[in-house]
Every structure is written in structure tokens, then in C-alpha cells.
């Protein structure tokens, strides 16, 4: 199934969350409004990629998430998942020259010690694209794609600290269970 424009963007606000969410929400977030949303979410639903768990809620299926390409590919989740050596260590900074002492060292760490540091820290490294330049150069340009998408929301504060929170935890996730299939 070839996605237009919105049903992509309902796809790709689904997968940032790994809870079930209500359509009214997800317009909001997207953009559109709510009967639009429902109707799209209804044509994802018959697709595959969107299944209601509980009534009036919707989730992004595992055929959802590989139509919106961020299923993890042959090899790639031991090499993301490495514990890091200090020349790739993420260090978070609140402003030009101010470190904050917090550093991550692995996916893991990184997605640990985004629930702590401070919020100023997030958006200066988000609209700056530093997770996004960090996350490629470790190798994962799937969730890098994903925090564009949250950095081009323009959300903020507590918001903003759990999209990236549910992303990166979500990612680590799928590719943790990718290596234990194998």
C-alpha cells in the first residue's frame, strides 16, 4: 500500500508512542481534523498497519512500523546497541560551553538519561540536530529520522522530554527483541 501524505504522518505520531491512543489526539498532533484522522486511521486499520486494542483506541501494528521504515535491518541492532567508546559518548550540554556533567554511553544509557536531564538540555541539543548528527554516527539513522520528526513538531518542556523518551526507548526495544530472535 502506497501511503499519502497524512495517513503517513498517522503512521509515523502512532509509533512514537507504544501505548494505544485516541484519534482525537492523534489529529491534533497531525494536524488534521478529526474526521479526517478517523477516516484514514480506519483505511490504516483495514491495511493492517493500525489494530484497535481496546475500543475507540488505536495502535501502530508491527506492519505499521515497517511501512514507516523503522524496522531494524540484518545485523544492526548488536552494533547500535554497543556500549560506546568515549569518542562516540553523547555529552548533554544546556547551552554553548555549559556541560551539564551528564553523559550517555550506549542507546540504553541514552534513552535512562533523557527521563533526568534537564529539559533546557533537550532543546538545545534538539534544535541544534545533535541527537539526530549522534544517533547517525552511531549508526541509527531510523530513530535519527524519528527525532527530526519530533524536532519539526516544535514541541517543548515535558512534552517534548517524552516524545524523545518514547522514541528512543521504543527503538531500543525493537532492536533488543530483534537480537534475542536471532
Request: charged share 30%; glycine share 8%; aromatic share 8%.
Given at each position: ?27 491534533e498532533k ?67 560551553n555549559q ?78 527483541e530483534s537480537?534475542?530472535?536471532?
Amino acid at each position: 500500500m502506497r501511503l499519502n501524505p497524512v495517513k503517513r504522518k498517522i503512521l509515523e505520531e502512532m509509533a512514537l508512542h507504544t501505548q494505544p491512543r485516541r484519534p482525537k489526539e492523534i489529529a491534533e498532533k497531525v494536524g488534521v481534523n478529526f474526521s479526517s484522522c478517523m477516516m484514514h486511521i480506519l483505511g490504516l486499520k483495514k491495511a493492517g498497519y493500525v489494530s484497535s486494542p481496546v475500543k475507540g483506541y488505536y495502535k501502530i501494528t508491527d506492519l505499521g512500523v515497517d511501512i514507516v521504515d523503522i524496522q531494524v535491518g540484518e545485523g544492526e541492532g548488536a552494533s547500535i546497541l554497543a556500549s560506546l567508546g568515549p569518542d562516540k559518548t553523547f555529552y548533554f550540554y544546556i547551552g554553548v560551553n555549559q556541560y551539564s556533567g551528564v553523559r550517555a554511553d550506549s542507546l540504553f544509557d541514552f534513552s535512562e538519561k533523557i527521563k533526568d536531564v534537564s529539559v533546557q538540555s533537550l532543546e538545545f541539543h534538539l534544535v541544534r540536530e545533535d541527537f539526530e548528527r549522534w544517533l547517525k554516527s552511531i549508526g541509527d539513522v531510523k530513530l535519527a529520522k524519528k527525532l527530526a520528526a519530533i524536532r519539526e513538531k516544535g514541541v517543548s518542556g515535558e512534552e517534548l522530554r517524552s516524545l524523545i523518551y518514547e522514541a528512543v526507548k521504543t527503538r531500543h526495544d525493537v532492536l533488543q527483541e530483534s537480537l534475542v530472535r536471532k
